[in-house]
């Protein structure tokens, strides 16, 4: 097949071109992740003219979800490399959007329910759909496969941002009930997901991008990045019989456990440490999800340019020694630059690692191997927050918790200059791509 021809059906057909595919999966990814702006109705739900629960108690919900996160994308991954991404997509996003809605009738005496619709229902979908776009991106654009994962998983971190203010408007409208505040905001994500998720399709077999040769297309694309795509993809078994999914994986979560640990005390830190009102913090954590979400670009384009792990390398080091920094400064604007710097790399970690694992074992079966991965923000997610805390207590021990956490962040800098590029596998992966029944499930 010539190339025009190639574009012709892959970038010309209904629901075929790939930048429109691209906001479709930035559109899922706001949706889901609207998560992250938990904070705003645990701190709600803590009131005594709310719920009154205590702290520990307003964040089982978020730590439940967090935690389910993986289960969604394990699942996920596996049944989207089978049946295609639009189907996972749907599916994931509709559970998840449901899930929320279903914490909309939770009350004070209904505990529970919020763990089930937000924690469980809401976790699960929300790694279902996560996986998607970010398996299918790396299909459509081989020639920048970092940027454009970045830019997807840009949108989960910018979620928050939007989603913290509508919020707190909602919440405003009726605070002695603010879990009714899920409704609108779940049947919005309803409308979202189903619209973005319905543009969803994986590329032709074979498909070459406008302006890229179709020699450096797909596999041996050195002439566009760093790292090339192995000539044969792995499957999810094999991928896990190698040392190097291991390394990535355990790179994930000392990323994310170093990133999260400030993120999880962020307004607290900002007014012991730098002085911040309780009012200037709120607006501090508010600004810095933006470098969450801009990172996840930031370094994913990087990455493409200087190589996956001397990103790392940098993303684990920038942490630490920031974390290091943080508790000594007393300085606002100093403060503000080492967290934003925090938040650019821990969202800068989640841009990388998703084209980090296309380059180390392909991306055909990409779903089901970076889904597995991210149990590390799993474990990440829950082991940060609960370490960080407990070693700052009730002292507001500031240089001892983040000293630990930074010195966890600089050592894990030795894993990247430790992982290499599986060895080249033999076998029929990469042809058997070509067979009918795969580009059907291509299509899909």
């Known amino acids: 097949m010539s190339t025009s021809a190639v574009r012709n059906d892959s970038t010309a057909s209904p629901g075929g071109n790939r930048w429109l595919i691209l906001v479709a999966g930035v559109l899922v990814q706001l949706a889901i992740g609207a998560v992250y702006a938990w904070s705003v109705f645990a701190k709600a739900i803590q009131s005594h003219d709310a719920f009154g629960w205590s702290k520990a108690q307003a964040s089982v919900p978020f730590e439940v979800a967090i935690g389910m996160i993986f289960v969604g994308s394990y699942i996920g991954g596996r049944i989207q ?21 279903l914490a909309s009738f939770a009350d004070k005496d209904q505990f529970w329910l919020l763990i089930l619709g937000y924690g469980i229902l809401g976790g699960f979908g929300l790694g279902m759909a996560y996986i998607v776009p970010i398996a299918m991106l790396q299909k459509w654009f081989p020639d920048k496969p970092g940027l454009i994962t970045g830019i997807a998983v840009a949108g989960f971190g910018f979620g928050a941002v939007i989603t913290a203010p509508l919020g707190q408007r909602l919440i405003a409208a009726d605070p002695s009930m603010p879990t009714k505040a899920f409704l609108p905001l779940g049947i919005g994500y309803l409308v979202a997901v189903v619209i973005g998720a319905s543009l969803f399709r994986n590329p032709p077999a074979g498909y070459v991008p406008p302006g890229m040769a179709p020699a450096t ?14 000539d044969v993809d792995f499957t999810a078994e094999e991928a896990l019989r190698t040392p190097q999914w291991y390394l990535l994986t355990a790179i994930l979560t000392l990323s994310v456990t170093a990133g999260i640990s400030l993120i999880s005390v962020a307004a607290g830190s900002a007014g012991d440490v730098a002085g911040y009102s ?3 913090a709120a607006s501090l954590v508010g600004v810095l999800g933006l470098f969450n979400g801009g990172g996840r670009i930031l370094w994913g384009w990087l990455s493409d340019r200087i190589g996956k792990m001397p990103a790392f390398m940098g993303i684990l080091g920038i942490q630490g020694v920031c974390l290091l920094l943080i508790p000594h400064v007393a300085s606002p604007i100093l403060f503000a630059i080492l967290a934003a710097l925090v ?12 084209s980090t694992a296309g380059r180390f074992f392909g991306v055909r079966n990409a779903g089901a191997i970076y889904g597995l991965m991210l149990i590390g923000w799993s474990i990440g997610g829950i082991v940060g927050p609960l370490l960080i805390s407990s070693l700052i207590g009730e002292q507001k021990a500031y240089t001892l918790g983040f000293t630990v956490v930074g010195i966890i962040a600089l050592v894990g800098m030795a894993l990247p200059m430790l992982t290499k590029k599986p060895a080249p596998r033999t076998g029929t992966s990469s042809a058997s791509a070509s067979t009918p029944e795969a580009t059907a499930d291509r299509r899909r």
Do not use: N, Q
């Not at 639009?86 to 599916?91: E, S």
């Not at 938040?343 to 998703?354: D, I």
């Open 278 to 280: 309780a009012a200037a």
């Open 217 to 230: 297309a797909g596999h041996g694309a050195e002439a566009h990045t760093k790292d090339p795509v192995p």
């Open 81 to 101: 490399d089978r049946r295609g991404p639009r189907t996972v997509a749907l599916t994931g996003g509709i559970i998840y959007s449901l899930g929320v809605i």
């Open 343 to 354: 938040y650019t790399c821990y969202g800068g970690a989640f841009g990388t690692m998703p």
